[in-house]
């Protein structure tokens, strides 16, 4: 498999924290290179190692937020 990049562009707050230090975060993050979206994942302390999660344009947030 080929190396995923990624840039956090702002990180915007952390949802929670296991007793590992693993935290879920929803930060702005551009992957690739690309338009950076939205991001919620589990990331390990120092954001060496991620788990899997979803990615939101900002008009996905906008109805999200319409949803909740």
Same mark, same amino acid.
């Given at each position: 498999?080929? $190396? /995923? #990049? &990624?840039? /956090?562009?702002?990180? @915007? %707050?952390?949802?929670?924290?296991?007793? #590992? %230090?693993?935290?879920?975060?929803?930060n702005? @993050?551009?992957?690739? %290179?690309?338009?950076?979206? &939205?991001?919620i994942? $589990?990331w390990?302390?120092?954001?060496? #190692?991620?788990? #899997? %999660?979803? *990615?939101? *344009? +900002? $008009?996905?947030? +906008?109805?999200?937020?319409k949803? @909740?």
């Open positions: 498999m080929a $190396d /995923i #990049k &990624y840039d /956090i562009i702002k990180e @915007i %707050g952390v949802l929670s924290e296991n007793a #590992k %230090g693993w935290r879920k975060e929803i702005l @993050i551009s992957w690739n %290179g690309a338009v950076p979206k &939205y991001d994942r $589990d390990a302390p120092e954001h060496e #190692k991620m788990g #899997k %999660g979803v *990615t939101l *344009t +900002e $008009d996905e947030v +906008e109805q999200l937020k949803l @909740i």
